[in-house]
Structure formats: structure tokens, C-alpha cells
């Protein structure tokens, strides 16, 4: 059985950075697309960045030059380093992972960012 769980949320000062992990577990083949979304509170979860296992990243605008999506397949794990953190970026961070014809969702993880 496959497992995506999140780590490193927490609160940080805004201007701060922060790097949460999504790692992979169990009986894993191959990796294909990983992406990281967020979820407000009584907002919508909304896409934040994607990396492919051929090299693709992709971010969204708003986070554009603050955020950098990284994995080490090695570890099965994806990171998300994040910059210059705003208030708006608070939320809670999901991995949105495509293992082996099959996409899981870890439970995510808080982020909190003071102004």
C-alpha cells in the first residue's frame, strides 16, 4: 500500500521561508507528475506548483520566483521551498501525487504565515 504523507508546516514570520517535504511510501515503481496544492480557509484548493518525473516544473503566478518545487527520487520525496512568505500564503498544503497509474493525496500540512 502506497502512502504521500506531508511534513515541515508550521508558522513563520512573513518575509520568512520555510520547506515542506511530500514523501512516498511503500511499494512504489515510478513516480510520474507531483504537484503541490493549498487551501485557504473558505477558499477552494487551488494548484500551486507540479514537477514531472521527465524535469517539468511549473508554478503558479502568485508564487512565481518566492517558491521552488525540488524532488529527490531517491528519497520518493518532493520538496517545496518557500521565500519571502506572505500572509496569503497561509494554508494548508497538499501533495497531489501520480504513482504507478494511481494519484494520492496526503493530509496535508499547515502553514501559517504572520504579518
Known amino acids: 500500500q502506497v502512502h504521500v504523507v506531508e511534513s515541515g508546516g508550521g508558522l513563520v514570520q512573513a518575509g520568512g521561508s520555510l520547506r515542506i517535504s511530500c514523501a512516498a511510501s511503500?511499494?512504489?515503481?515510478?513516480?510520474?507528475?507531483v504537484g503541490w496544492y493549498r487551501q485557504a480557509p473558505g477558499k477552494q484548493r487551488e494548484w500551486v506548483a507540479s514537477?514531472?518525473?521527465?524535469?517539468?516544473?511549473n508554478y503558479e503566478d502568485s508564487v512565481k520566483g518566492r517558491f521552488t518545487i525540488s524532488r529527490d527520487n531517491a528519497k520518493n520525496t518532493v520538496y517545496l521551498q518557500m521565500n519571502s512568505l506572505k500572509p496569503e500564503d497561509t494554508a494548508v498544503y497538499y501533495c497531489?501525487?501520480?504513482?504507478?497509474?494511481?494519484?494520492?493525496w496526503g493530509k496535508g500540512t499547515l502553514v501559517t504565515v504572520s504579518s
Open positions: 497531489r501525487a501520480f504513482i504507478d497509474g494511481t494519484v494520492y
Open positions: 514537477t514531472s518525473s521527465g524535469g517539468n516544473i
Open positions: 511503500g511499494r512504489i515503481f515510478s513516480i510520474n507528475l
